[in-house]
């Protein structure tokens, strides 16, 4: 049987995180945070979480859509800001995710509970069928893509700047805020945007319904969608993954993020949205689903 050596450093810094993150929440309870500092906090969450879900995930990682170079620049900082690995990392893992879901090649395999998948995943040591069955995945268009090599070359200098010191100085300085006020604030709201991206591999692989594959984890999840801007109907997304909304919807019902690529494609920047047409759907539905 494998066992899972802890990864120290990683339990340390993540638990520094979460007690500087619980001052922010604490100074925000208790009034003693500037209305502008949240205001510029909520800003930076809906950003960092554009380079997730519009940037890194349906773009880069399922390449359900293709983005001219400004969009791809401007989605490239924006996941940087995020600071949840580089978009080569973000989108290896992912898709060996997608690949071997939910065994020991999957890098949050549920079936090893809910907090792994949650974010035990990276305070221990991968499981040596993620490695192994990793070398399967085709990476070639990462690796040909200068913008996310640059950002790879460049990361652990990048991320810390655009997640951290950025964010902390600008409330400091123009509207003078507490300067570790502020810090606290600023790591409440990346906290935030982990365990949001984090629900889509646990919660969203626990509860919910299945109307397009019952015989899968990934569920359709009401809630984690609306905190994600639309990554929770995940039972569709699994079954119809190169689908750039991430979703069947008749009206984008909190998928911001599919919306922000509609308002893209309407501005030229986005294009060759792939889609799966309406009859598809309901075949795999009455075949599949539960």
């Not at 997730?52 to 399922?62: C, M, N, P």
């Not at 620049?73 to 080569?88: A, V």
Request: glycine fraction near 4%; charge should be positive.
């Amino acid at each position: 049987m494998f066992q899972t050596p802890i990864v120290w450093p990683n339990v340390v810094l993540f638990t520094l995180y979460h007690i500087i993150a619980l001052q922010g929440l604490y100074y925000i309870a208790t009034l003693k945070t500037n209305l502008r500092t949240l205001i510029w906090a909520f800003l930076v969450l809906v950003l960092a979480g554009q380079g997730i879900t519009s940037g890194v995930h349906r773009l880069w990682a399922h390449k359900s859509y293709k983005a001219k170079l400004p969009l791809r620049l401007f989605l490239c900082l924006c996941q940087t800001i995020s600071f949840q690995n580089s978009i080569y990392e973000w989108a290896r893992d992912h898709r060996a995710h997608h690949k071997f879901s939910d065994t020991d090649a999957d890098p949050h395999n549920i079936n090893r509970g809910f907090f792994f998948a949650h974010m035990g995943w990276l305070l221990v040591r991968k499981h040596p069928q993620v490695k192994i069955k990793g070398q399967l995945i085709d990476l070639s268009d990462l690796e040909s893509d200068s913008v996310v090599q640059f950002q790879r070359k460049y990361y652990h200098v990048l991320a810390p700047i655009c997640c951290f010191v950025v964010p902390t100085i600008v409330p400091w300085y123009l509207w003078e805020e507490n300067f570790y006020t502020s810090f606290c604030v600023c790591m409440l709201r990346y906290l935030m945007s982990l365990h949001f991206t984090w629900l889509v591999n646990s919660a969203a692989h626990m509860w919910g319904y299945k109307p397009y594959d019952r015989s899968i984890k990934p569920s359709e999840n009401r809630v984690v969608a609306k905190l994600t801007m639309g990554e929770g109907w995940h039972n569709y997304h699994h079954t119809f993954p190169w689908d750039y909304k991430a979703a069947e919807l008749d009206t984008y019902n909190g998928n911001l993020s599919t919306a922000f690529i509609d308002l893209m494609a309407q501005l030229g920047w986005a294009y060759d949205l792939k889609t799966v047409p309406l009859d598809v759907v309901r075949k795999r539905a009455l075949r599949t689903g539960q």
